[in-house]
């Protein structure tokens, strides 16, 4: 059982390090941007504007090789609108009905957006990748 499991193991941690290249890039932007006076919902746009190029390019080529390329631009597009769309109901919901500290809520927001694209991609946008 762990044995079949062990590629799926494997494209998650792929998946993770691209993940934390990201986190570097896109969380690293928000937190700069907010710093600098930028509301959390801007910044927080800002951030994954400048993610998208590298999740893509990284995901595609390193997380999920092998896996179905032909349409797949357009695939992430529509996945990195859904997990997205997860992220900022998140934000909204942390910030505005639970009064989280907008940074920690910029957190909590990045792991939904993180698990729903992590699947999406798994299971939509790179299939049959090994």
């Known amino acids: 059982m762990i044995e079949a499991l062990r590629p799926h193991m494997l494209q998650a941690l792929r998946f993770g390090a ?10 690293g932007t928000i ?18 504007a ?3 190029a590298v999740s893509y390019t990284l ?6 090789r092998g896996g179905r ?11 990195f609108a859904v997990a997205y769309a997860v992220n900022m ?3 909204l919901g942390a910030i505005d009905a639970m ?9 909590i927001a990045s792991v939904g957006y993180t698990v729903t694209f992590f ?10 990748a090994r």
């Open 31 to 48: 937190y700069i941007a907010m710093l600098a006076g930028v509301a959390p919902v801007p910044a927080n746009m800002i951030g994954y």
């Open 69 to 79: 390329v032909e349409g797949s631009a357009v695939r992430f597009l529509i996945t």
């Open 119 to 128: 699947l999406l991609s798994k299971f939509y946008v790179f299939t049959g």
């Open 99 to 107: 009064r989280v500290d907008p940074y920690l809520a910029q957190l």
């Open 89 to 91: 109901a998140l934000l």
């Open 59 to 64: 995901n595609r080529r390193y997380t999920f």
């Open 50 to 52: 400048i993610g998208l």
């Open 18 to 27: 691209v993940g934390v290249l990201n986190t570097l890039a896109g969380l």
